[in-house]
């Protein structure tokens, strides 16, 4: 089984993901994931460090193919760059038998859609789900899809915006950006989105600085259609119209 | 309230829906969601049409002003192409009194990450999410951003793909995307995820018809690295590795 526990509280979890762990003979995932469903003493984890996916894939399926009912956890939906993509590459590179496995995927609540609903709705109309992390693919493959995806009006949810070992990704997403997007564009900084320490932050893409953002952090980039609707003593509201300009479904002449 | 119910069934109910479910005094939504959480002869529903997103946003806003917890139902997430963005909207529109009310915007499991789990992990790596209804926008847009995210090599979850009334649009959509895609890619159609009657349907991209859709069906075009890994007596894992070709992390000297 590859669960997904939401972002950060047990509040985020659905009942599958809940009748999933009740299950499970091994938890297996990155400590802190793993930490939020079984106590620190419990011999049934197995944590590993975030940078070990495969390795982890292939001890949980080999534990599984001895007939153990297994967990492999991700926080947010494990099908977002998280550990569902790792355990499918390892089966189709394992032995056969594992292939004759039950794999159940179960979904959570993403990190994205956690932070967009902190603030309103920034994810409302198209939009894209990027990784800036050029571990696993090069740089410049991660600028054309920004562009790309800029250039075509859509917002962006931006997945491992920085860590210590990718300092400068962010700072150059934004540059690039700047180029292309009005510099009143809205850029969302989601840090913990979902737990007790959450901060939402909006700023325009002219003031944006990648020093907002931490390893914790969802960056969503709105498109220029994103608004804002400030409101007394409370955060603003940000979203994205379902419409593009001139579609307005509440004004009869706008569908041209 | 804005609440995401999750895809089709009570076990993909985060407890936070569950609970604000658990205190509103009205219940406003588009009739299937609102079945699924009170009966029918229930005096506290208030179902409208799925293509009166403000009226029914406003109608609700109204009654929340008057002190009235009030819970506005979407199908999985409320934030991807639901009634998040239309209740901002309306707040933005209303009266100033609106903006003082508190808004709680609850996330759910979202169609696409159903889908994705059904199958295995196609939306592993950086995708786009796209509505195909030329309803609040032109066509030419969709086209737009349908060839610039298969253009960056993203996979993408296509929403509202075909209707009644929009007839035409997925097999103009496939048509447009054969001419820069190879004919191998993955498209999966994905009908009922998340539901009793689910059923996943994974073709290439060459042999897609539009016909393989309806209304409660969600497409998943892969990227070209999309992976199909066959398995004895059950359906293929289908998943977009984590990776860009020449980048496995698992090939010592494959990162350049």
């Not at 309103?120 to 571990?135: E, K, Q, R, V, Y």
């Not at 020093?211 to 940000?238: F, H, K, N, W």
Request: proline share 7%; aromatic share 6%.
């Amino acid at each position: 089984m590859v669960i997904g526990l939401g972002p950060g509280e047990a509040r985020y979890l659905t009942t599958q993901a809940a009748d999933a762990l009740a299950s499970a003979d091994w938890f297996y995932g990155y400590g802190p994931y793993v930490d939020r469903v079984v106590a620190p003493d419990d011999p049934r984890r197995v944590v590993s460090d975030n940078r070990e996916e495969g390795a982890r894939a292939r001890e949980a399926l080999m534990l599984a193919a001895r007939g153990e009912c297994v967990a492999m956890l991700s926080g947010g939906d494990p099908g977002v760059f998280a550990m569902a993509s790792a355990v499918c590459e390892q089966i189709e590179r394992g032995p056969q038998a594992w292939r004759a496995l039950t794999i159940d995927i179960v979904p959570g609540v993403s990190a994205m859609l956690a932070a967009a609903a902190a603030c309103g709705a920034p994810l409302g109309h198209d939009f894209a789900t990027l990784s800036l992390s050029d571990n696993l693919k090069p740089w410049a493959l991660i600028e054309r899809r920004l562009l790309a995806c800029a250039g075509a009006g859509m917002a962006m949810a931006l997945y491992n915006p920085i860590s210590k070992a990718r300092p400068w990704q962010l700072g150059v997403a934004l540059e690039r950006l700047r180029e292309v997007l009005s510099p009143e564009t809205l850029v969302i900084f989601a840090r913990a989105a979902g737990r007790a320490d959450e901060q939402i932050t909006t700023v325009t893409l002219e003031k944006a600085r990648a020093e907002q953002a931490d390893m914790a952090t969802l960056v969503i980039i709105g498109s220029e259609e994103t608004r804002r609707v400030e409101r007394p003593d409370q955060a603003p509201l940000i979203y994205t119209p379902r419409f593009a300009p001139g579609h307005d479904p509440e004004t009869p002449d706008s569908k041209g």
